[in-house]
């Protein structure tokens, strides 16, 4: 059964860092790529962005309103994906989800989307 | 990247069926046919119902259908059920970036 475990939510003062974790069983983790999706109080939800294998490079993408701010990296050796928050906003606050999706990433072709399976989520507050 | 843009909300009768609207351009849902939905009951995580325009997952019902034309992909409910009463996202490939619509509140009357 794939299961994926976000941590690290927190309350946090604008400005600050935060680094959340998610930790995945279940499957073969260095085989996917992994997607962070968020949703702030009362809204609809947000693709952050992604990781890409170590097969494809292992590159990143990100949404416009994160960029320059947040990174996505991963631990294959521990089956973790990190999502590395600085510059929090007030706009940041929303619970942020883990994902992998349907497929797998290798060289010749890589799953990005299709979100099939999600953590619960950690929230993380940025407030003074 | 703007969000694909659905109804707020759109509702109907037990047994009868709906559709949801996402509409994007012709640089997301136009030339790509890598748009999914995903059904989001509140304190529940999403769960990916369509994907690649009109393909379910495996243990999906298959009252839920999907299709696109044009900037626009749809999602269609039928025989409607009290457990259908969710928020629905749609979600498109950009070119390298993903996008969800604002999503749909439907309520089961």
């Known amino acids: 059964e794939v299961l994926l475990v976000e941590s690290g939510g927190a309350l946090v003062q604008p400005g600050r860092s935060l680094r959340l974790s998610c930790t995945a069983s279940g499957f073969t983790f260095g085989d996917y790529t992994m997607t962070w999706v968020r949703q702030a109080p009362g809204k609809g939800l947000e693709w952050v962005g992604f990781i890409r294998s170590k097969a494809s490079g292992g590159t990143t993408e990100y949404a416009a309103s994160v960029k320059d701010r947040f990174t996505i990296s991963r631990d294959d050796s521990k089956n973790i994906a990190y999502l590395q928050m600085n510059s929090l906003k007030t706009e940041d606050t929303a619970l942020y989800y883990c994902?992998?999706?349907?497929?797998?990433?290798?060289?010749?072709?890589?799953?990005?989307?299709?979100?099939?399976?999600w953590g619960q989520g950690t929230l993380v507050t940025v407030s003074s | 990247q703007s969000a694909l843009t659905q109804p707020a909300s759109v509702s109907g009768s037990p047994g009868q069926s709906i559709t949801i609207s996402c509409t994007g351009t012709s640089s997301d849902v136009g030339v790509y046919n890598y748009v999914s939905w995903y059904q989001h009951h509140p304190g529940k995580a999403p769960e990916l119902i369509i994907y690649?325009?009109?393909y379910r997952p495996s243990g999906v019902s298959n009252r839920f259908s999907g299709s696109k034309s044009g900037n626009t992909a749809s999602l269609t409910i039928s025989g409607l059920q009290a457990e259908d009463e969710a928020d629905y996202y749609c979600n498109s490939y950009t070119g390298t970036l993903w996008v969800f619509g604002g999503g749909t509140k439907l309520t089961v009357l």
């Open positions: 690649e325009v009109s």
């Open positions: 994902i992998r999706p349907l497929g797998p990433c290798y060289s010749s072709s890589c799953y990005t989307g299709y979100f099939q399976h």
